[in-house]
């Protein structure tokens, strides 16, 4: 393969994940916190930006809470314990409520919703929201690391004195626990992030580590969010 040909397919990589919207979101919510560490709080260049993206980061979310109303009435998958089903439909219920208020605090921001009294009270509110359906997420990924892990086990007991990895079903669960802890580590970020937004614990949770967790939080949504590499052909 050439060098322009190399170019190319990158290119094509790059157009592809660009292309989601959400994909956009999360590397503006990058900027946006990355701003927030910078600023510590304080007036400046890195404060505007921190405000700033945040405001056109709601105008990607406008009407997205639908995707989590779908996800509240969907059907869950055969099997999954009665309390992962509560946290997991809590979860959607949070995180819609969430968007959906987001929603009027964007319109108190640009001035069409002029009571900004309720509109720093919906904010406020849709920040708990938030965190509570983090925190829903966190227990989710707990559960469902549990799961994996027994039934890797159970498999790994089967295969015996055979090599686990070589296993194609071992190594699905594998990649789908590790899948999983990054989602675990990234709620728990988020549930930090909430309480720094929120200004529930101001000494302990400073802009600078609201910023820092809320950036690293954000790399890992960019990296959920990659598009798996187009397969080789074997020549």
């Known amino acids: 393969m050439s060098s322009l040909d190399v170019a190319r397919a990158e290119l094509a990589f790059a157009v592809l994940y660009l292309n989601k919207a959400e994909a956009r979101d999360k590397i503006c919510r990058a900027i ?20 700033t993206t945040s405001l056109a980061r709601k105008v990607f979310r406008l009407f997205k809470f639908v995707n989590d109303l779908h996800g509240l009435i969907s059907p869950v998958p055969e099997g999954t314990p009665l309390s992962l089903v509560l946290l997991g439909k809590s979860k959607n219920a949070l995180l ?9 605090v964007w319109l108190g921001r640009t001035g069409i919703y002029k009571d900004k009294e309720r509109a720093d009270l ?17 227990l989710v990924e707990l559960g469902e690391i549990g799961r ?29 626990s590790n899948e999983r802890s990054l989602a675990l580590i990234k709620a728990s970020m988020d549930i930090v992030v909430a309480v720094g937004l929120l200004q529930l614990a101001p000494k ?8 820092a967790l809320g950036f690293i939080s954000s790399l890992i949504s960019c990296y959920q969010l990659l598009p798996s590499p187009p397969k080789s052909k074997a020549s």
């Open 32 to 51: 946006q916190y990355g701003s927030k560490f910078l600023s510590d709080g304080e007036p400046g260049t890195a404060q505007n930006v921190d405000k």
């Open 122 to 138: 919906l904010g406020r509110i849709s920040l708990f929201c938030w965190m509570g359906a983090s925190t829903c997420t966190t």
């Open 148 to 176: 994996l892990s027994a039934s890797m086990k159970k498999l790994e007991k089967n295969l015996k004195d055979g090599d686990k990895y070589q296993n194609e079903q071992y190594r699905a669960k594998l990649k789908k």
């Open 96 to 104: 819609a409520t969430f968007l959906f208020l987001d929603q009027f």
């Open 204 to 211: 302990k949770v400073t802009p600078r580590v609201t910023g």
